[in-house]
């Protein structure tokens, strides 16, 4: 079965820092395109950063030069490094393969983000 | 950068009821849309990709249409479980990811 468990989650305190990890199962995630998207209370949803299966790494203008999107390979996971935390960071934290489609001819392939893992809270406040 | 609307934002139907939910796109997009579905504290369920394409499981009452700038997702008979809140995102203008902010559907 495809699935991604978050972990990592919890209470920090502005300015902090805070690891997030995302467990694969049933594919490898250093074959796929990965991401992070987050979801604020009550808000809606948010892309946050994408790894390329080549390992490029592109973010969100808000989170650019404090998050770092990275993996390893031999533990089948995907991280999110989050530096210099600030209240409106504060939200749910979902990571994602992005699935693509190989086969209809489209240039750039069509892609989306499917699965979804179960999310994790991160809630930044003093 | 892409901006994507939606309407209407929220929206009363009973079980039964025809829904249509629009999503727009600042600039065309093609067919680089998808659809969403997310009930309360749960994560997000893939719906419709590239515009028209039916994620495998979901219910055939899922139906989407459009190309360019303009895209809607129909549901053509709404059932208890649809109840729920729907997005559209775009992914044409990638690595950039861009959602709409949401169309909840709630019970008439």
């Known amino acids: 079965e495809v699935q991604l468990v978050e972990t990592g989650g919890g209470l920090i305190q502005p300015g902090g820092s805070l690891r997030l990890s995302c467990a694969a199962s049933?594919?490898?995630?250093?074959?796929?395109?990965m991401s992070w998207v987050r979801q604020a209370p009550g808000k809606g949803l948010e892309w946050v950063s994408v790894?390329?299966?080549?390992?490029?790494?592109y973010y969100a203008d808000s989170v650019k030069g404090r998050f770092t999107i990275s993996r390893d390979n031999s533990k089948n996971t995907l991280y999110l490094q989050m530096n210099s935390l600030r209240a409106e960071d504060t939200a749910v934290y979902y990571c994602?393969?992005?699935?693509?489609?190989?086969?209809?001819?489209?240039?750039?392939?069509?892609?989306?983000?499917?699965?979804w893992g179960q999310g994790t809270l991160v809630t930044v406040s003093s | 950068d892409i901006q994507m609307t939606q309407s209407p934002s929220s929206l009363s139907a009973s079980v039964g009821d025809r829904v249509t939910i629009t999503c727009r796109a600042s600039?065309?997009?093609?067919?680089?849309l998808n659809w969403y579905q997310q009930k309360p504290g749960k994560a997000p369920k893939l719906l419709i990709y590239?515009?028209?394409s039916l994620q495998s499981g979901v219910p055939s009452r899922f139906s989407g249409s459009g190309s360019g700038t303009d895209f809607t997702l129909t549901i053509s008979s709404l059932q208890p479980e649809d109840f729920a809140t729907y997005y559209c995102?775009?992914?044409?203008?990638?690595?950039?990811?861009?959602f709409g902010p949401g169309t909840k559907v709630d019970i008439k």
């Open positions: 994602a393969r992005v699935s693509r489609d190989f086969w209809s001819g489209s240039s750039p392939p069509y892609n989306w983000f499917d699965p």
């Open positions: 049933g594919f490898t995630v250093s074959s796929n395109y």
């Open positions: 790894i390329y299966s080549g390992g490029s790494t």
């Open positions: 600039q065309s997009i093609s067919s680089y």
């Open positions: 590239a515009a028209s």
């Open positions: 995102q775009q992914s044409y203008s990638t690595p950039g990811f861009t």
